[in-house]
């Protein structure tokens, strides 16, 4: 089993910035693609930003030119760099991996943590 945990959420102005950061344990031999979403209430959860094993990376309409997401390998982690925050920027951020636990198994998502609050006030 796979877990996440993401930590960097709060309250924020609008036009302030946050990091999140998302790091993940358990029986991992390999990380593929990371990703963050966010779900705003009474509403689906989003794809908000992926990054490739290689590097290569992929934003959301919403949040290009002001989201960064990036990785370490090593930590297990992925990050979030969150810059001119506006009020439709508050949702719950949640982050997932394709993690493979042995080196015969199949790429797989882990299991969704608990996420953490983003909010921006105007």
């Known amino acids: 089993q796979v877990q996440m945990v993401e930590s960097g959420g709060g309250l924020v102005q609008t036009g302030g910035s946050l990091r999140l950061s998302c790091a993940a344990s358990?029986?991992?031999?390999?990380?593929?693609?990371m990703y963050w979403y966010r779900q705003a209430p009474e509403k689906q959860r989003d794809l908000v930003a992926s990054?490739?094993?290689?590097?290569?990376?992929n934003y959301a309409d919403s949040v290009k030119g002001r989201f960064t997401i990036s990785r370490d390998n090593a930590k297990k982690t992925v990050y979030l760099q969150m810059n001119s925050l506006k009020p439709e920027d508050t949702a719950v951020y949640y982050c997932?991996?394709?993690?493979?636990?042995?080196?015969?198994?199949?790429?797989?998502?882990?299991?969704w943590g608990q996420g953490t609050q983003v909010t921006v006030s105007s």
């Open positions: 997932n991996m394709f993690v493979r636990s042995t080196p015969i198994s199949r790429f797989a998502f882990g299991s």
């Open positions: 358990g029986s991992i031999f390999s990380i593929d693609a």
């Open positions: 990054i490739a094993a290689i590097g290569s990376t």
